[in-house]
Each structure stands twice: as structure tokens, then as C-alpha cells.
């Protein structure tokens, strides 16, 4: 994988305060449109990056391609999706995938003296996985690791129905100063590519940052 690199951005706002994120992808990433302002916008964005991801596949796949994909859309507001991509590459001679969600998201009133402590508890809760503390440059943060079932799209099978598989994921958590949290989240179907994806997630990791309005850099929030 290429060593050269895009610098994504998001911002949040709480009450007045705001808090700049920056994080940096490794170059081979397809970008999903989050910025847009309208579903015609959003649909011309999705058949472009169709036509990026699928320069030799008929008219006919990459619609329903951008169209699968925004069905999608409903779950990322949902769950305050401020960047989702994709990378595919070859891992010894297997092809593999991976995605990359960062969200933000409330921290409970409740949490909010100790966010990472909270946050510990609730995901280990769920028994679905390795969850841990650890420490970034950014400031403190909650790991979970573990795998998920997920299924390939009924419209995308011979049979007609969906089929599921299992997809393995790493998600951390980072509180930021104004009270919400960052989430960032790998997630693979194969796993041939585990080690590759797993060291790549831990370098946009460790390129986490916060500045406020001026530019200038945030301490941690816990």
C-alpha cells in the first residue's frame, strides 16, 4: 500500500464550543460523499466514485452499486457518520477489503466525569469482544476488538437472499473536551488482511488531533 496520504477534517460543536478534528488516510481510500446538501447531489457523488471503484463494469452495475450504497445513508446520520471509506488491495496474493468510519457522538450526562471509564463498562457489557484502555497522542481512548455478523445485499446474490458472513473490527473510542466522543472504526471481511489493515488503523490512530477555532491544539478530555 502507497505510503503517500490525505489529511480528512471534521468538526464538533457543542453549546458554542468547538472542537476541529483532524486525521490522516493513507492515499488508496475511496471517499463516500458526507458533505452534500441534497439527495440529487448525493446520488451524482455515488455514481462518480461507482464509476471510480468500477471503471470497466457496465452502466447498469455501477447504479445499483451507488444505490446500494445509499441505503446506507439513513444508518450513517443515525450514527453521525462524519467520514466513511473504503479501501480493496492485494494481501499475498488475496484480494481484501477493509472500511473506515469516524462519528461523533453525545457523551451521556452521566459519563461525562469519566468518559473512558463509562465507556469501558458499557462495551464490556456487551461481551462481544476485547475491550481495553489505551493511550494515544491524542489523550486517552477505549479499544474493542472483536468480530460481528453482518450480509451481502439479497439484490447482489444468485439466490436472492441475503448471506451473511462474519466481519472482524477494531473501534476506538476518544472522548473529546467538549463533552463528545470520536468514534473510529476498521472493520474486514477477510481476514488474510488483518495485520495489514490492523497497522494501518493504528497510524490514522495516531494521527488524531484537536484544535479549536484558532488553530491551536486541545489537550485530552480525560
Known sequence: MSTVTTETEATSVVDGEAVHLRWIMPEGFFELPMDVE????LADGLIELAREVMPGAPPD????????CAGNYDTFIEAGVQY???????????????????????????????????TIGALTALDQGEVAEIGLPCGRAVSWIGT?????????MPSGHDEPFWTSFIQVQ??????TTVVLEMVTPTQEGWEV???????ILKSLCFFDDAGNPLGPAA
Request: hydrophobic share 50%.
Open 61 to 68: 452495475m455501477q447504479y445499483q452499486w451507488a444505490a446500494l
Open 197 to 203: 489493515f490492523s497497522a494501518m488503523f493504528a497510524g
Open 174 to 179: 476518544v472522548p473529546l473536551p467538549n463533552g
Open 84 to 118: 466513511a471509506g473504503f479501501v480493496i488491495t492485494e494481501v499475498d496474493g488475496t484480494r481484501c477489503t477493509a472500511t473506515v468510519h469516524v462519528s461523533l457522538l453525545d457523551v451521556p450526562e452521566e459519563a461525562r466525569f469519566n468518559p473512558v471509564h463509562a
Open 38 to 41: 441534497s439527495v440529487e447531489e
Open 148 to 156: 460481528r455478523q453482518a450480509a451481502i445485499d439479497a439484490a447482489l
